[in-house]
């Protein structure tokens, strides 16, 4: 099992507000993503990382912004969240193999009413 | 540039009976490629991968996948089906030519819907 986590599993919170998604590798990883899933549909990659002090955008526009300041550590900020921010959002990291596999968290669903 | 295709969104099948969920892939050099299941709510657990060596992959919980270079598929498989393999299944390719900043990326296709009834 991958020692990956995010806080929290759940969120609701109205417009406007800031909010802050955390996610936790204990594995040492150098590379981790943040993904954006709608329900039961396609993953898109947002934002990663290939380790501290650098972060890239992903695929998909997001107005989210992430940091790297520590190896295990890769949070994920919305300044003023909306409606159109809710969805489910997946941490994942990747070792030094480079093989590409990755490890996902559980998740962290948002809604923002 | 590297892709994966999950022609099916969605895959019904019987309890018992053997189950194919399908997946091509598109790289330019050669291909590492993944399988990996999402329960509702979840986060995306690993199944399987293939880096090299026999084309028959065995993963968890009784999955396997074959590995075909000449069709460029990755077909994920299982004698016969549980209810509870009930899940959305998502395969993945990364390309091993390097080819900028973003080579390390896994591509994930659509993701196929599977329903084990009954």
């Known amino acids: 099992e991958a020692d990956i986590y995010q806080t929290p599993r759940y969120l609701v919170i109205g417009t406007g507000k800031k909010i802050t998604l955390e996610c936790s590798q204990t594995m040492g990883h150098d590379k981790m993503y943040w993904y954006q899933q709608d329900p039961g549909m396609e993953l898109h990659l947002i934002h990663y990382s290939y380790g501290v002090n650098s972060t890239e955008k992903g695929d998909l526009s997001s107005e989210s912004t992430v940091s790297r300041i520590r190896t295990e550590h890769f949070p994920l900020t919305l300044e003023s969240a909306r409606p159109s921010h809710t969805s489910q959002y997946l941490c994942?990291?990747?070792?030094?193999?480079?093989?590409?596999?990755?490890?996902f968290g559980e998740g962290s669903r948002l809604t923002v009413l | 540039a590297q892709s994966v295709a999950q022609p099916e969104d969605q895959v019904n099948v019987a309890e018992g009976n053997p189950l194919t969920v399908k997946c091509t892939y598109s790289?330019?050099?050669?291909?590492?490629l993944f399988w990996y299941v999402q329960y509702p709510n979840r986060g995306l657990q690993f199944l399987l991968k293939y880096i090299t060596g026999d084309n028959l992959v065995k993963g968890s919980y009784g999955f396997e996948a074959e590995f075909n270079k000449s069709q460029t598929s990755f077909h994920l498989k299982k004698p016969s089906a549980l209810v509870s393999d009930s899940a959305l299944y998502f395969c993945?390719?990364?390309?091993?030519?390097?080819?900028?900043?973003?080579?390390?990326?896994?591509?994930f296709g659509k993701g196929t819907k599977l329903s084990v009834i009954p």
């Open positions: 790289v330019s050099g050669n291909p590492y």
């Open positions: 994942a990291s990747s070792g030094l193999r480079n093989t590409g596999e990755l490890f």
């Open positions: 993945a390719v990364r390309d091993t030519r390097y080819s900028g900043a973003g080579s390390y990326q896994l591509t």
